[in-house]
């Protein structure tokens, strides 16, 4: 089983601050299968990104993601304050899937 | 618009049984994998089931094994999990999801899951 090891565990950043998150995979993952998704306290995750890098619909361009191999990244280029939340990503593999941990990204 | 609505959660003894239902709309139901997922109290998400459009093929995370079943009746475009056995590990919000299967290349596939319910609350204690 691919485990999904999400770092930092809480970001604190301010309003229009750049945000970075990492997702690290245990073995190699094919891009197609990595997402990425938003969760706000008491409502479902909402999915931001797939195939690693294309945003899902609706999503602002602000968001957006990288990442192959092992090593995979979102990122928040200016934080909205719609944007604190807690962030997982999420491979599919051998007709399972797995999530991170996630990030809580809160205002500092 | 497309939604999916859980129902069935509730307060259940070890040992009991529930059966939680997911209601599809505005969607072909039955052109879609559907996907059960879980949020225990203060916890991250854990993928629980999967099943084909079918029914045909149906997969589950280890710790539910023999204990939980994955169903669906596509004339009314309904998904359900039947949880049997169930334990004070099993507490959690459960979500339905939709699982999108598409091609990226000629050659790989793009998986995710892209609506979800709102979630039903399954309470396992005595």
Request: one cysteine or more.
């Amino acid at each position: 089983e691919i485990v999904l090891t999400q770092s930092p565990g809480t970001l604190s950043l301010s309003p229009g601050e750049r945000a970075t998150l990492s997702c690290r995979a245990s073995q190699s993952v094919s891009s197609s299968y990595l997402a990425w998704y938003q969760q706000k306290p008491g409502q479902a995750p909402r999915l931001l990104i797939y195939g690693a890098s294309s945003r899902a619909t609706g999503i602002p361009d602000r968001f957006s993601g990288s990442g192959s191999g092992t090593d995979f990244t979102l990122t928040i280029s200016r934080l909205e304050p719609e944007d604190f939340a807690v962030y997982y990503c999420q491979q599919y593999g051998s007709s399972s899937w797995t999530f991170g941990q996630g990030t809580k990204v809160e205002i500092k | 618009e497309v939604q999916l609505v859980e129902s069935g959660g509730g307060l259940v003894q070890p040992g009991g049984s529930l059966r939680l239902s997911c209601a599809a709309s505005g969607f072909t139901f039955s052109s879609y994998w559907m996907s059960w997922v879980r949020q225990a109290p203060g916890k991250g998400l854990e993928w629980v089931a999967n099943i084909k459009q079918d029914g045909s093929e149906k997969y589950y995370v280890d710790s539910v094994k023999g204990r939980f079943t994955i169903s669906r009746d596509n004339a009314k475009n309904s998904l359900y999990l039947q949880m049997n056995s169930l334990r004070a590990e099993d507490t959690a919000v459960y979500y339905c999801a939709r699982v999108v299967v598409v091609a990226a290349t000629p050659r790989s596939y793009y998986y995710y899951m892209d609506v979800w319910g709102k979630g039903t609350t399954v309470t396992v204690s005595s």
